[in-house]
């Protein structure tokens, strides 16, 4: 019965959308209803509302959808929906100001007189607006009013010109910012959380432990790793179409031909060039470049971009006036003045200190005034225009409720779909197809591309990314990143606004297209465009560092990057210091000589000590990344074996695990008397002589050839780890030296504060010692190595502080104290100069290899080289 009503759950669903009943309404009627049905039958048939669901009852899924959406809400962390109605109102506004026209007719005067040159132009354009707007109604709409009648005006093929202007509308679906990846960034926040619950599970059946290494994790993604993601992406889409009309135009030139320029390319035309590009490009700049350089997270950058897009239309809708650009110039003025402070000045109220701060704050403050000032002007003019701001306002509320509308309904949709084991079928189906990731990946791209064709990228969305990307980035054997699957996901989706019999980019360019243009030539237009957005998306699947790089890149060389200790990072850095190893290992080896060769007679025993086991730590580590290059090497060899064994033991494993569940539903259902009992002893009885017949399938040769692989693993694990315990004591060591050695002057300038102390010893009060010794404590504390001299100092103040004060053993204590500083200045004074030298040398030589785990932050270099590698997507499989 849960079969049953899954299906109807889903003939519901499809049935309301097909007649025209609006989604925001048709999915969650459709849960509503199979739900109430459902329960119903239950009541009737088998007397219990629970009977035929496949876990829990009709209160808990009908109330699911809502408990999930208001997480959303309620979770700090999960803030992305609210840059949704900041670009929303971007878009729009930008829209209203009507830069669409001016790039069109601009652009095509440029690329016009290359072959297929105005089909350039309207690509180009449309990529602009696309990182602008991104509202792929408005941009075919305009595109078609002006481009369309000047293409077909100059001999252009119908199907070329349509196809064109419908596909490069379709970018702002891809390019960022975009209303789908904010969308798909949030199902893929939820998506990763169950899908490191099913990667632990998995790790538990396949090892037995508990806990599993959080470098077998799946990682989350945020909007703005998927914006950063799209990137190049959407560039690669912009050049595929740009190359595939110039191949066009050069092998049918008289179908895109090329349309020279009546006018002359002097210096007003290219100061038309400059203002028309200028004012979206800045906006771009600002929005992503925000993003990209780590200054603004997504729901800030979409406040930059509509505060823009409000300055932008304060000068591009009233007519033109002496004062028409004042508020824009202002703004400008605003900006470069609060770069400037920001650059120049201490801005943190609670460090400003000098003269000098008070004077970059107040000019702060007069920068944000002049911002708020032009923003304020804008905005009235804006207003005061034909109630346009009420106008966008409006759109915007509108637009915002409907996507949110649509979130709550497919939330509803989606905790029905698993009320009747949905997603389970969905992942039994998934999991039982032969060639692992891929053959999953492949069908649920077919699934999405041919869902296209029917219904609109926000349903996808919503519908499908939560039921199939658990199962997709759970899977081990890909290891893929969230940011990858969503712009996967993403390209694919794009493909929905050109594919007929719904594709809404081809229903906006048929109602502007003249007559003449055929509805016919319009699908055969989008075909080839149709064929190179699945060529994108090909590309992107084997090159996963299209994606993967700049999140990567971005996130390791922001002023927040993590640690280099980060476990998630441990392999890639591993892999940069073996490989530094074998191209600089002697001159590494030579300096850690050179470092074990030092005179340190002069120095403490203690501290001579710590150095030199540091300096043997250093080898030690050189000796060990040996031994991790040797085991992996025989790890890639037993992996031949090993690997096609363990993909089938693990399958058929699985298959015994899910009938195990299905055991375990059955004995449920005994136990509660729910139906025909011996009939499902029965089938518990064959289920279980499935199972065994399964189980004996697998190899005899299984638990020996898994045994030699896990020793090899075992004793990688083990050599990595011994490999950074020693490379960290190894670094800490001349890092510590170093600190203690620079601190000889500081450390001198207390020996007057020790002398006034020595000399207030005999007459001082308990209150006295506590406000005296413990500010000369701390102050002596943050000097590196003078731990001992400040247990002298607290040893000497609790003497005084004590019920029975002793004045004279806190004298003979500061008296040592005294000494100790006067021995600790001398022989640091001598190593600042004998000494130092060597040890920023041969700090140098390791800092970037055996050290590198100890730097608060990755250097660009290896930050460019980490990200690079963690780019690619590593198999991992073999661990479960």
Known sequence: MELFFLALLVLIMAGALGSGYPVAFALPGAAIITIGLAAGAGYLFAGSTDAYFHSGGPQQWLSAGVINLRGVYWEVERDTLIAIPLFIFMGIMLQRSKIAEDLLV?????????PGGLGISVVFVGALLAATTGIVGATVVAMGLISLPAMLRNKYS????????????????????????????????????QASSMRKDLYKDATGDVMMPSVLDVASTSAGEMFLGAFVPGIVLVGLYMVYILVFAIIRPSSAPAVPYEGKFDGAFWRKVFLTL?????????????????????????????????????????????????????????????????????????????????????????GTI?????????GWRVFKLEDTLQGVMLETAKTTSLVFIILLGAAMLTAAF???????????????????????????????????????????????????????????????????????????????????????????????????????????GVIAFIGLQLLALVIVAF?????????????????????????????????????????????????????????????????????????????????????IQELQVQLTEAAVDYRPLHRVVRRLQADANRIDVHISELQTRIRRDNGDVAKMEAEVADLKAEKEEILAQIPDTWEETQAVYGKITNADRRSRNLYRRAADQAYEAVSELRAIVAGADALAEFDDDLAEIAAAVPDMTPEQADEQFSALERAIGEVAGARDIRSLLSD????????????????????????????????????????APALAEYDAAIQTTIGLRKQPRLPKEQALYVASCNAEHRDISLNF
Request: include cysteine; charged fraction near 15%; hydrophobic fraction near 50%.
């Open 106 to 114: 601009t652009m095509a005067q440029l690329f016009g007189p290359v």
């Open 158 to 193: 119908p199907s070329l010109a349509t196809g064109t202007i419908a596909a490069s509308g379709t970018l702002g679906q891809i390019i960022p910012p975009s209303i789908v990846l904010i969308i798909l960034a949030d199902q893929l926040a939820s998506a990763t959380d």
């Open 278 to 366: 200028v004012p979206p490009l800045t906006l771009i700049f600002l929005v992503l470049g925000s993003i990209i350089s780590g200054v603004a997270t997504v729901n800030q950058a979409g406040a930059i971009g509509a505060a823009g897009a409000l300055v932008m239309a304060g000068y591009r809708l009233p007519k033109a006036g002496p004062t028409t650009y004042y508020p824009a110039l202002l703004a400008m003025g605003a900006l470069l003045l609060l770069a400037f402070v920001l650059a120049n000045f201490e801005m943190n109220l609670k460090a400003v200190d000098t003269a000098s701060d008070r004077i970059g704050i107040a000019i702060g403050i007069l």
């Open 370 to 378: 002049m911002l708020i000032t032009a923003l304020v002007w804008s």
């Open 418 to 524: 698993r009320a009747f084991g949905g997603e389970e079928l969905v992942r039994e189906f998934l999991n039982s197809l032969p060639g692992g990731f891929w053959s999953k990946f492949i069908i649920v791209m077919l699934v999405i591309f041919i869902l296209g064709f029917f219904l609109d990228f926000i349903e996808i969305a919503v519908v499908v990314v939560p039921i199939v990307a658990p199962i997709l980035l759970a899977d081990p054997e890909a290891n893929v990143t969230a940011v990858w699957l969503g712009v996967m996901i993403g390209l694919n989706i794009q493909t929905s606004f050109l594919t007929p019999p719904f594709g809404f980019a081809l229903f906006y360019l048929r109602g502007v297209a003249p007559k003449a243009v055929k509805t016919i030539q319009m699908y055969k």
């Open 543 to 627: 090159n996963p560092p299209l994606v993967n790089y700049l999140p990567m890149r971005v996130s390791l060389t922001a002023e927040t990057a993590p640690p280099p200790v980060n476990p998630a990072l441990q392999y890639c850095i591993e892999k940069y210091v073996s490989e530094e190893f074998d191209e600089n290992g002697d001159s590494i080896r030579a300096a850690i000589e050179k470092a074990a060769n030092l005179d340190l007679s002069y120095l403490p025993e203690s501290i001579a000590n710590d150095f030199g086991r540091g300096v043997s730590k250093a080898g030690e580590a050189m000796d060990g990344m040996a031994e």
């Open 796 to 835: 000497a103040r609790r003497e005084i502080d004590d019920r029975s004060p002793d004045h004279e053993a806190a004298a003979e204590l500061v008296a040592e104290a005294q000494a100790l500083l006067t021995s600790e200045v001398a022989w640091r004074t001598r190593a600042a100069t004998e000494l």
